[in-house]
């Protein structure tokens, strides 16, 4: 005797009384207002998920593929028990989720018992997220239901549903992702000031700050205390001492990319004016006067800017090059318009800093219309990580120092963009995904606060790959270009791009012949991740949002899925 056969409806007609159609629809709504559940507007059979078997995990096309298997394997027919019972929309619903719960939980489902799942409004809610026989089950009625008025009728409310509050789901769903990142911040900014307080208290230097350092700095304490109050006070105060300026010039990869572009294509310089936003030592506008620049105006807000005047002087350029102390926000250059606008102007995950803005802000007021920008294009990148010794190193460090844990210390870990050099050997995929692209021609300041869709692929060979994610890995490829009409391929990897007529790329990833000073950007997950068998990539989103107490920090928002599992987290830099 089938499982169908076994149940003997006895309170259960053909068509539910009608005030239990409107208190599923009641409950329905309830759990939509209440965030939990997502709009019916959203159940599509467009949906990539694909449909699992209600009792194992064998995974079909489609669902009546499902059913089907469910009538050979499991003496389980759906379709002739939610006639029998003389189920609606709501009840199949009921029904697909109080099966899932059982057989999760290793309880036989008790189908002679339809009161146990047709009057708990807690079946509404999915039991498996993106359950795909959700997505289509206001569509499997037979023709014969279709031409039933009742059956008209139901699909009519529940249209009536959709419609009423489909839009009024996405408005809460965005308004609560502002509250969840406003309560972030809110997080953050007592833990900043706790830490501050003690270390007041204890007389030590403040250590409320990212496990990302101020850009480029190897020791920029220096100026912290006028941070909160003026970031830019702080900021351009950080690049008045030379260990920044010295750690720059040291890093081998950008200086010497930036030299051979402008020595390699001398006829581009040729007899041109340059402008050098956040100019630092002057080491870009010395090179371009090297190549034969007609005029070169280098700008710095910080102190700096006087020993780049001696630099300027002591080799003899002062002729061809003219400093000048502010921001190019506010002063007021001799020319109208400039041929290139060179500058070294990218921040830790590319963005921090913010001041590229700046650089934006020089272009529209500077540049030529057929001018170029140095570099022409930057492009960001993310992989997944799996690397067992960082993690041993920077968290589970905490579990046993000398013998005592210290747990304490992690919370901070998993809400702060980590900056460190990573191996290709740390990444579990050789083929990175780019997720946003900046054009400096073209990109615009609202530009860079962005969501970008991403996609990070899963390594196929077990002895590559043990399953295991610990987090993802942002970092950025620069391009040179001769041209500002030159088209770099989307495929290109900034590594090895040389096409040979003088354009050039670097890379800051794992994959570059040296480290860099930008390192990579690591995102923790609060747990590693354990991917799902024969899962070959993991899909989301990855937000980049200017920090409203300071707008030269950044929050880096992310949203994951792994099969069944999803993780949402929001990372700072300061």
């Given at each position: 005797?089938?499982?169908?056969?076994?149940?003997?409806?006895?309170?259960?007609?053909?068509?539910?009384?009608?005030?239990?159609?409107?208190?599923?629809?009641?409950?329905?709504?309830?759990?939509?207002?209440?965030?939990?559940?997502?709009?019916?507007?959203?159940?599509?059979?467009?949906?990539?998920?694909?449909?699992?078997?209600?009792?194992?995990?064998?995974?079909?096309?489609?669902?009546?593929?499902?059913?089907?298997?469910?009538?050979?394997?499991?003496?389980?027919?759906?379709?002739?028990?939610?006639?029998?019972?003389?189920?609606?929309?709501?009840?199949?619903?009921?029904?697909?989720?109080?099966?899932?719960?059982?057989?999760?939980?290793?309880?036989?489902?008790?189908?002679?018992?339809?009161?146990?799942?047709?009057?708990?409004?807690?079946?509404?809610?999915?039991?498996?997220?993106?359950?795909?026989?959700?997505?289509?089950?206001?569509?499997?009625?037979?023709?014969?239901?279709?031409?039933?008025?009742?059956?008209?009728?139901?699909?009519?409310?529940?249209?009536?549903?959709?419609?009423?509050?489909?839009?009024?789901?996405?408005?809460?769903?965005?308004?609560?992702?502002?509250?969840?990142?406003?309560?972030?911040?809110?997080?953050?900014?007592?833990?900043?000031?706790?830490?501050?307080?003690?270390?007041?208290?204890?007389?030590?230097?403040?250590?409320?700050?990212?496990?990302?350092?101020?850009?480029?700095?190897?020791?920029?304490?220096?100026?912290?205390?006028?941070?909160?109050?003026?970031?830019?006070?702080?900021?351009f105060e950080s690049y008045a001492y030379n260990d920044i300026h010295e750690t720059?010039?040291?890093?081998?990869?950008?200086?010497?990319?930036?030299?051979?572009?402008?020595?390699?294509?001398?006829?581009?310089?040729?007899?041109?004016?340059?402008?050098?936003?956040?100019?630092?030592?002057?080491?870009?506008?010395?090179?371009?006067?090297?190549?034969?620049?007609?005029?070169?105006?280098?700008?710095?807000?910080?102190?700096?800017?006087?020993?780049?005047?001696?630099?300027?002087?002591?080799?003899?350029?002062?002729?061809?090059?003219?400093?000048?102390?502010?921001?190019?926000?506010?002063?007021?250059?001799?020319?109208?318009?400039?041929?290139?606008?060179?500058?070294?102007?990218?921040?830790?995950?590319?963005?921090?800093?913010?001041?590229?803005?700046?650089?934006?802000?020089?272009?529209?007021?500077?540049?030529?219309?057929?001018?170029?920008?140095?570099?022409?294009?930057?492009?960001?990148?993310?992989?997944?990580?799996?690397?067992?010794?960082?993690?041993?190193?920077?968290?589970?460090?905490?579990?046993?120092?000398?013998?005592?844990?210290?747990?304490?210390?992690?919370?901070?870990?998993?809400?702060?963009?980590?900056?460190?050099?990573?191996?290709?050997?740390?990444?579990?995929?050789?083929?990175?995904?780019?997720?946003?692209?900046?054009?400096?021609?073209?990109?615009?300041?609202?530009?860079?606060?962005?969501?970008?869709?991403?996609?990070?692929?899963?390594?196929?060979?077990?002895?590559?790959?043990?399953?295991?994610?610990?987090?993802?890995?942002?970092?950025?490829?620069?391009?040179?270009?001769?041209?500002?009409?030159?088209?770099?391929?989307?495929?290109?990897?900034?590594?090895?791009?040389?096409?040979?007529?003088?354009?050039?790329?670097?890379?800051?990833?794992?994959?570059?012949?040296?480290?860099?000073?930008?390192?990579?950007?690591?995102?923790?997950?609060?747990?590693?991740?354990?991917?799902?068998?024969?899962?070959?990539?993991?899909?989301?989103?990855?937000?980049?949002?200017?920090?409203?107490?300071?707008?030269?920090?950044?929050?880096?928002?992310?949203?994951?899925?792994?099969?069944?599992?999803?993780?949402?987290?929001?990372?700072?830099?300061?």
């Open positions: 005797m089938s499982a169908v056969d076994a149940y003997r409806p006895v309170s259960v007609g053909t068509n539910l009384p009608a005030d239990q159609v409107e208190s599923d629809i009641e409950d329905f709504e309830d759990l939509i207002r209440d965030n939990e559940l997502e709009s019916v507007s959203d159940w599509t059979a467009d949906d990539e998920t694909r449909p699992v078997c209600l009792f194992c995990d064998i995974t079909f096309d489609n669902a009546d593929a499902v059913w089907e298997h469910c009538v050979i394997d499991h003496d389980f027919d759906f379709n002739k028990l939610r006639r029998g019972l003389g189920l609606d929309f709501f009840g199949k619903v009921k029904l697909i989720n109080y099966i899932r719960a059982q057989v999760k939980a290793g309880i036989q489902p008790e189908l002679n018992r339809p009161e146990l799942f047709l009057e708990n409004s807690q079946y509404l809610k999915p039991t498996m997220q993106d359950d795909a026989l959700l997505f289509g089950i206001q569509d499997d009625d037979s023709e014969e239901e279709e031409d039933d008025p009742d059956a008209i009728y139901e699909k009519e409310q529940l249209a009536e549903v959709a419609r009423e509050y489909g839009d009024k789901v996405k408005v809460l769903q965005s308004q609560l992702k502002d509250l969840q990142l406003q309560f972030d911040e809110y997080k953050d900014i007592v833990r900043t000031v706790l830490n501050r307080d003690f270390d007041s208290d204890t007389g030590s230097e403040s250590s409320s700050r990212s496990s990302s350092p101020a850009r480029r700095s190897g020791s920029s304490s220096k100026g912290k205390s006028k941070q909160s109050a003026n970031g830019d006070d702080h900021y720059m010039l040291k890093d081998t990869i950008r200086t010497d990319s930036y030299r051979d572009f402008i020595y390699d294509n001398k006829d581009v310089f040729k007899d041109k004016v340059v402008l050098d936003v956040g100019c630092g030592t002057g080491i870009l506008s010395m090179f371009a006067a090297k190549a034969g620049a007609k005029k070169v105006y280098a700008v710095d807000n910080s102190d700096i800017i006087e020993k780049a005047i001696v630099n300027v002087h002591e080799n003899g350029l002062e002729k061809i090059i003219q400093c000048y102390r502010g921001k190019i926000e506010e002063i007021r250059l001799p020319v109208d318009k400039v041929d290139i606008i060179v500058s070294e102007w990218m921040g830790y995950a590319l963005l921090y800093e913010a001041m590229l803005d700046s650089v934006l802000v020089a272009r529209d007021k500077y540049l030529a219309p057929d001018g170029l920008m140095v570099p022409s294009e930057v492009r960001l990148l993310v992989a997944g990580l799996r690397d067992a010794e960082f993690m041993n190193d920077k968290v589970n460090f905490w579990n046993d120092m000398y013998g005592f844990k210290m747990s304490a210390m992690k919370p901070r870990i998993y809400d702060d963009v980590l900056i460190e050099n990573f191996k290709p050997s740390s990444i579990v995929h050789p083929e990175p995904y780019t997720f946003r692209t900046l054009p400096l021609h073209d990109v615009t300041v609202s530009d860079l606060e962005f969501a970008s869709p991403i996609r990070v692929p899963i390594a196929n060979q077990a002895n590559t790959f043990d399953g295991i994610l610990d987090g993802l890995v942002i970092y950025f490829d620069n391009y040179f270009t001769r041209s500002r009409d030159e088209v770099i391929p989307q495929h290109a990897r900034a590594e090895t791009f040389k096409p040979g007529n003088g354009s050039l790329g670097f890379t800051t990833g794992p994959w570059g012949p040296r480290y860099t000073h930008w390192r990579s950007a690591a995102l923790l997950f609060k747990k590693p991740l354990q991917v799902p068998a024969g899962l070959e990539e993991l899909t989301g989103n990855i937000t980049y949002q200017k920090r409203k107490e300071n707008p030269r920090e950044l929050i880096i928002g992310l949203e994951l899925v792994a099969g069944d599992r999803k993780i949402i987290q929001s990372y700072f830099m300061r």
